[in-house]
């Protein structure tokens, strides 16, 4: 593996390592807060709010100064907040401060998986999109790890602070690495891509409604699994709760394996098939031992991973030209759709528990793969972009 993938996989880490980062503290946040689940999951949501809010711009601010220009300085300014957790005097700045970071976040992987189109081959992005995929895996898990390990010994602040420091390294790798490409920053005069067309379109709008369910599922899955476990009869703290997360490790061997996949059977049924092994997942939580449930998210994590391959790829393939903004409106509606699953499932968690949890979110794993399989074609008055022609600015290569 080169350096330029390297960098790609640790975008894909630099991502992901603070964002979902206080599941694995929300029994210590929870003490500090109060017991109230929908205010814990705010915590969580604020970060992926923040993402949703700034991604359409990202895929501008790419298209205007260069995609490594953007990667690089988002890497960089998303430590600052990252520092600000560890010293937030109340909940509410604590939210704030998310909400912040998430900002920031944007511009590392929105314009990552426009960056790995615009650099591959169709046939080779699939592979390397699910490369920068299984970095984002490896990020989300060891930043729930490190988190929890550390608020363990010195205190849920400390676990912040060294969130922060990791964050730093990561992204001076990122500046070393990662090399500027062929993309060209747009003049002044360059005509801005109208966003509204892209969200009606119908192929993207499908993606857009998949990619919201999908993150909508995968927060609150795990978001809730953690009050479930931290809750008798398993009664697990931080650390135990962080080791839960090792699960994600299957997602990090497999997924990389999913750009085969796709190149054999196609987006739709590989989002299907993938929605089909999480729904797996979640019925084995059920069982209430700690064997089973472990099973259980490992096979739901590596379903959903495999389904965000499948349609991160399909939305930098069929965007052609507009993949910037594309991209940005795709992750807009993917976190809002982890926004609401930190908060929307605490009604039915007061009413069922962890079964409601599990009903709710194979709803929406039913309701995104028939969206999926409906939407996940490409149009045939044109050329399928494997076999596409080379745009103007440097090719996909």
């Known amino acids: 593996m080169n350096h330029r993938r390297i960098a790609v996989t640790l975008a894909g880490v630099a991502a992901f390592i603070n964002l979902y980062a206080p599941q694995s503290l929300l029994p210590l946040l929870r003490d500090w807060i109060g017991q109230d689940a929908a205010r814990a999951g705010l915590i969580v949501s604020a970060g992926t709010f923040g993402v ?108 912040f602070f060294a969130l922060a420091m990791l964050q730093l390294l990561i992204a001076l790798l990122i500046r070393a690495w990662l090399p500027p490409g062929r993309d060209i920053p747009k003049t002044r005069g360059t005509p801005r891509t109208p966003l509204l067309p892209l969200l009606v379109r119908p192929g993207l709008r499908g993606a857009f409604a998949a990619g919201f369910l999908m993150l ?35 997602g990090v061997v497999i997924t990389p394996y999913s750009g085969r996949l796709l190149n054999s059977f196609g987006h739709a049924r590989v989002l299907v098939m993938a929605w089909g092994v999480a729904f797996a997942g979640l019925m084995a939580t059920l069982w209430p031992t700690l064997p089973s449930i472990a099973v259980g998210l490992c096979l739901f994590s590596v379903g959903l991973f495999v389904a965000q391959t499948a349609t991160t790829s399909f939305v930098g393939e069929i965007a052609g030209r507009e993949r910037g903004p594309a991209v940005g409106l795709y992750v807009t509606c993917y976190y809002l759709g982890g926004s609401v699953g930190g908060v929307l499932p605490s009604v039915v968690w007061h009413w069922a528990g962890w079964n409601g949890v599990v009903g709710l979110l194979c709803l929406a794993g039913a309701l995104a793969a028939v969206i999926g399989w409906k939407s996940f074609r490409f149009p045939k008055d044109e050329p399928h972009p494997v076999e596409d022609a080379l745009p103007e600015i440097g090719g996909e290569a």
Not at 135 to 157: N, Y
Not at 231 to 245: E, M, Q, R, V, Y
């Open 52 to 159: 949703a809010l700034a991604a359409p711009f990202a895929g501008l601010l790419a298209d205007r100064f260069g995609r490594r220009r953007v990667i690089v300085s988002a890497a960089f300014l998303a430590v600052l907040p990252g520092l600000l957790a560890g010293l937030a005097p109340s909940p509410e700045a604590l939210m704030l401060i998310r909400l912040v970071q998430g900002l920031c976040l944007p511009g590392i992987f929105a314009v990552t998986v426009a960056y790995i189109a615009e650099e591959w081959p169709a046939s080779e992005s699939r592979g390397v999109t699910a490369i920068y995929v299984a970095g984002t895996i490896g990020g989300g898990f060891c930043g729930r790890l490190l988190s929890g390990v550390v608020a363990e010994f010195f205190g849920w602040r400390w676990g």
């Open 216 to 250: 909508f599922s995968l927060v609150g899955g795990f978001t809730y699994m953690t009050l479930h476990l931290s809750a008798p009869p398993f009664s697990l703290g931080p650390a135990a709760l962080s080791t839960i997360f090792a699960v994600y490790l299957a």
